[in-house]
């Protein structure tokens, strides 16, 4: 009853006019930045976010506004998908199997309706999941103390990387870059300097802001330079045909729908698992369960396209819940957002929903009600964002960049933080080259001084013991998790990789989820 009563009253936070309008807002441009293939949902997010701080929006309508464009890009990762054969992001890879060969058939407009039904299903359960599992894990989490603390940043680090991790050495490089990026500024403690190399807008650290802004958005910019590609994503020429599916196919998704949500969620709770691996592992097991034969599937099956859809919104909700309740970020989008709640100096984990149940409650909320709006704007508008494919990234690059550049500065009103942004923007696109991780980084960055804090208050209590980091039950089960997160993508990973790369699209996705 305590958990109802807090969700009436964040519907109450969410269903005011200007919460309402972000909502629809975020959702409308999410759902164009996810059918462009490229942005992805963390792209997507991190170029929004100079927008949402400039506007000067509080910590509940920014999130609402954030997360709205988090859903949205999930939703609209599938119009290319099916359109043109090409994912607008990496879990909506496998959406291409099926949902491609349903509109070579003239079934486009089925197959994009199907898929939006899916990712309502997907989105709408695991909200409900997320309003059930994240109060009880705060109880959890609330036994945890500065060595516990420490072990889970650590947890957080070793599997983020994902079990579809191409090489690990280059998540553990990636952290590590991170964390000394955490380290540049003054002490907490002491107050000496730390790599500021006598510069003194160094004196209080690096804003992460500027740093997710330039890896992301930026590096993105750089990457299009690179690369001269100034044409349209492309034009499918596929007929849209009839928007609704018959009853009798949406009663052949149903069990579908079921199984989906369920795979997908977990893999969403998971630490580092992400969508990505929640739309694999949805559509793998759906095959296997209702054609064994090989007889459908891969030829325009419907229910190939439901499968991954609900699996990867469903992961999407699910990520949230560790995000919430513990301060550790599910997948790369939830990093980006876990930025966004420390600009705004809330910080996630077991105390948020007793300091800040108006932010949190009225979020999860807002959670119901964008996926409400995305349902009723997906359909009717599936035309709509199919144009949004005939923008040409020569246009679409520079907007990206003036939005970059205009609300950094207008956040913090410093060239030097500009020409910062620039720089990360340039280490983006090098990283991006050697095919090293973005999304550890910006955990290291994140996450540093809070691990860095932790560390020195257990070793305090502890008189300098280290055995204090296995010193609890809590303690040794979450290192045996990390160690586990970290070593199985190793021994497993080469395996999934193969399959996953036999069904990729032959064209260039983008990273993170």
């Known amino acids: 009853m305590e958990t109802l009563s807090s969700l009436a009253d964040g519907f109450a936070v969410a269903l005011s006019a200007q919460n309402l309008l972000l909502a629809f807002l975020g959702c409308f441009l999410g759902t164009m930045m996810g059918a462009l293939p490229g942005l992805g949902p963390a792209n997507g997010v991190a170029v929004l976010i100079p927008i949402a701080f400039s506007l000067g929006l509080g910590p509940t309508p920014a999130l609402i506004l954030l997360t709205s464009v988090y859903y949205g ?20 890879m496998m959406t291409c199997l099926d949902g491609y060969p349903m509109a070579r058939q003239g079934r486009a407009g089925e197959a994009l309706a199907l898929s939006g039904i899916a990712s309502f299903v997907g989105s709408f359960f695991a909200t409900c ?23 889970l940043f650590t947890l957080a680090f070793a599997t983020l990387g994902g079990i579809s991790s191409s090489n690990q050495a280059k998540s553990a490089f990636a952290a590590a870059l991170g964390l000394g990026v955490a380290m540049i500024g003054s002490d907490s403690q002491t107050g000496s300097e730390r790599f500021t190399f006598g510069e003194i807008h160094l004196y209080d650290g690096i804003d992460f802001l500027i740093a997710i802004v330039g ?5 993105e910019v750089f990457v299009f330079l690179e690369h001269h590609r100034g044409g349209a994503a492309g034009h499918s020429g596929a007929k849209i045909g009839r928007l609704l599916p018959s009853w009798n196919v949406l009663k052949r998704c149903i069990p579908t729908m079921g199984r989906s949500t369920v795979i997908g969620f977990l893999a969403g709770v998971l630490p580092g698992a992400g969508a990505s ?12 369960t209702v054609d064994r034969a090989g007889d459908s599937f891969g030829k325009g099956d419907p229910r190939g396209v439901v499968a991954p859809e609900v699996g990867n919104n469903a992961a999407a909700g699910g990520a949230l819940v ?25 910080t996630p984990g077991p105390l948020l929903f007793q300091r800040n149940p108006d932010v949190v409650w009225g979020l999860i909320a807002a959670l119901f009600i964008g996926n409400l709006m995305l349902l009723t704007l997906n359909i009717p508008l599936v035309g709509l964002f199919t144009r949004v494919l005939l923008v040409p990234t020569r246009i679409l690059m520079p907007v990206v960049a003036m939005i970059s550049f205009v609300g950094i500065y207008g956040i913090t009103g410093s060239t030097f933080d500009v020409m910062l942004m620039v720089g990360f923007g340039i ?5 991006r080259k050697l095919e090293v991780p973005l999304v550890p980084v910006i955990l290291g960055i994140l996450l540093g001084n809070e ?10 209590i502890s008189d300098g013991d280290w055995s204090i980091l296995v010193g609890s ?5 979450l290192w045996i998790i990390a160690i586990t997160g970290f070593v199985l993508p190793i021994v497993l990973g080469r395996r999934m990789r193969a399959r996953i790369e036999a069904n990729r699209p032959a064209d260039e996705v983008a990273t993170g989820d």
């Not at 890009?73 to 909506?92: F, H, K, T, V, W």
């Not at 691996?277 to 296997?288: D, I, N, P, Q, T």
């Not at 039950?473 to 089960?477: M, Q, S, V, W």
């Open 427 to 431: 280490l983006g696109w090098v990283l």
């Open 215 to 219: 890896l992301f958005a930026l590096s």
């Open 451 to 460: 691990m860095e804090v932790n560390l020195r208050r257990a070793l305090q």
């Open 277 to 288: 691996l929640g739309s694999f592992l949805s559509y793998s097991l759906e095959k296997a």
């Open 322 to 346: 560790p995000m919430l309740s513990l301060g550790v970020p599910g997948s790369g989008t939830t990093a980006v957002l876990l930025a966004v709640l420390l600009q705004l100096n809330i």
């Open 73 to 92: 890009c999930m939703y609209g990762g599938r119009i290319s998908s099916i359109l043109l054969n090409i994912p607008g992001d990496e879990p909506a």
């Open 129 to 151: 999941g997320l309003v059930l599992l994240a109060p009880q894990l705060v109880k959890i989490a609330l036994l945890f103390g500065p060595a516990e603390y420490f072990v």
């Open 473 to 477: 039950p809590l303690a040794i089960i």
